[in-house]
């Protein structure tokens, strides 16, 4: 029997119904190595500190437990904090989910490429990929890391075909540009794996989390986009993508 190892998991949520098709227990897990400023979980970048220790067993417990809900499209989502932080603690048990039927996302950032991550990526079903920023001086600017890998890994999963599920929020003057929209729109058209482009609106929905933590919320004077400024966003890459969402 193939070695497990635990997670460090900062929580769980039943019946998700927005990280990836249908029903789905989303599991976020502790650690990021981005620092986006808009970050609605800010009690999950720490590496190596918070959440709780979660057996492999467990969590497939719970996704066994749950899988009468899934239906044909649901499944378990692993979310974030930045997943692949724990890629090869990952692996083990994305093959016993596997085993069991059932349908496997993860929501990544795409900035982490090693062998543990490449063949996390070959075990899911689905890949949610947020690109943060298509322009690399606003994306630093953004989470304070360069887009380069974010790219690559895009081109990586192009390559095996995996399914992607593009997510881009959208956050009043600092991603609403719309040449950036036009860049992203021209860059990704022709990959042929992407499932569908989601635009996220901007939300502030996690400031009270930095309130409790004693960290100042750097978009304090940021507001959260209009619908009109959504659809105007959309209609940019609904010139480049067929099946374009949005909360």
């Known amino acids: 029997m193939e070695e497990t190892f635990p997670l460090r998991v ?26 986006c ?27 066994v437990s749950e899988k009468p809900f899934f239906g044909k ?11 692949t932080v724990q890629a090869k603690e990952l692996i083990p048990l994305c093959r016993m989910l596997r085993e069991n039927g059932i349908h496997i996302c993860i929501d990544t950032n795409g900035s982490i490429a090693n ?15 947020d690109c943060k920023e298509f322009n690399p001086t606003r994306h630093k600017t953004i989470t304070q890391r360069d887009n380069a890998q974010v ?4 081109e990586y999963l192009a390559s095996i075909h995996k399914p992607v599920r593009l997510r881009y929020v959208l956050v009043p003057g600092y991603t609403d540009f719309a040449e950036d929209l036009e860049a992203l729109g021209t860059h990704f058209s022709q990959y ?30 940021v507001r959260e986009p209009s619908h009109e400024e959504v659809e105007a966003a959309k209609a940019i890459l609904s010139k480049y993508f067929k099946n374009v969402w949005s909360q």
Not at 10 to 35: A, I, K, W, Y
């Open 192 to 221: 042929e794996n992407i499932d569908r482009v989601e635009v996220l609106p901007y939300h502030t929905y996690g400031k009270h989390k930095y309130e409790s933590m004693g960290a100042t919320y750097q978009l304090e004077a």
């Open 151 to 154: 790219l690559k890994t895009a």
């Open 73 to 83: 499209r649901g499944g378990i989502t692993f979310s974030g904090g930045e997943p």
């Open 115 to 129: 062998d543990h991550v490449r063949e996390l990526f070959s075990l899911v079903d689905m890949v949610l990929l």
């Open 10 to 35: 900062h929580s769980f949520e039943s019946m998700g119904t927005f990280d990836g098709p249908g029903l789905r227990l989303v599991v976020f897990l502790q650690g990021c190595n981005f620092g």
């Open 37 to 63: 400023l808009y970050c609605a979980n800010p009690d999950t970048i720490p590496i190596g500190s918070g959440g709780k220790m979660v057996s492999a067993e467990e969590i497939l417990r719970r996704a």
